[in-house]
């Protein structure tokens, strides 16, 4: 069973529409849980982290958690085609590997122009 | 720029060739560590340095051999690869754990696009 699931997509929206990211875990006791974009050739880029249930907003970017449900969700308002990149949600581990991070495959997203 | 810098940005080899890749972060912080990301798969964790000591080691083969001279910089030391070894090999760093600071944060460098001929 995969410790992080995420949809590969192509998730595929318009300009200006809500783009919804999900990803579940498994590790019913993790703590931190974090998006990063990653454009095509590059690295990945830290966009949000949450730590507690609820919604956190940074801007156009919006992170869910719900702990319960082992899921966390992505919103991305507004969308624009500069959006268009790879997501990937990480979970921390816990206990003595609080420093690794488990990775999803990353949900492609394309914003149509 | 994250502060996470990486040389060299691209590397060939050969099977037989040792190259080393290098990290060095500006951000003051005491973990660092070394992925690997091939293509439809997920990140995968390979070493991890915390305060200079290795606290994790993902069962890779011993063709990879890290080094961590002080919390700033971080070696990957590589000798007789294989085709499969071609990757992005991401180099990150973390607070880990120090007072007021999100400590599994984790900042990724550039990166360095390995071919192994």
């Known amino acids: 069973q995969k410790e992080v699931e995420q949809n590969s997509g192509p998730l595929s929206v318009p300009e200006g529409a809500i783009a919804s990211l999900n990803c579940t875990y498994s590790d019913r006791v993790s703590q931190s849980f974090f998006w990063y974009r990653q454009y095509s050739g590059k690295s990945p880029e830290l966009i949000m982290s949450i730590y507690s249930n609820g919604d956190k907003e940074d801007g156009r970017f919006t992170a869910q958690l719900n702990k319960a449900s082992q899921y966390v969700s992505l919103l991305i308002r507004d969308s624009q085609p500069s959006d268009s990149a790879t997501y990937l949600c990480?979970?921390?581990?816990?206990?003595?590997?609080?420093?690794?991070?488990?990775f999803g495959t990353g949900t492609l997203l394309a914003v149509q122009p | 720029e994250t502060g996470v810098t990486q040389t060299p940005r691209h590397l060939v080899m050969g099977m037989t060739n040792k190259k080393s890749l290098k990290c060095e972060q500006h951000?003051?912080?005491?973990?660092m560590y070394w992925y690997k990301q091939s293509a439809k798969k997920p990140l995968e964790l390979m070493f991890v340095?915390?305060?200079?000591?290795?606290?994790e080691n993902n069962s890779v083969p011993s063709r990879f051999s890290p080094e961590c001279p002080n919390s700033s910089h971080l070696f990957l030391h590589l000798h007789t690869l294989q085709p499969e070894d071609s990757a992005l090999y991401l180099c990150a760093s973390s607070p880990s754990g120090q007072a007021g600071r999100s400590y599994n944060e984790q900042f990724f460098g550039p990166g360095t696009r390995l071919t192994v001929l």
């Open positions: 340095y915390s305060l200079e000591e290795r606290v």
């Open positions: 990480a979970v921390a581990g816990v206990g003595g590997a609080t420093n690794k991070l488990i």
């Open positions: 951000l003051g912080h005491n973990a």
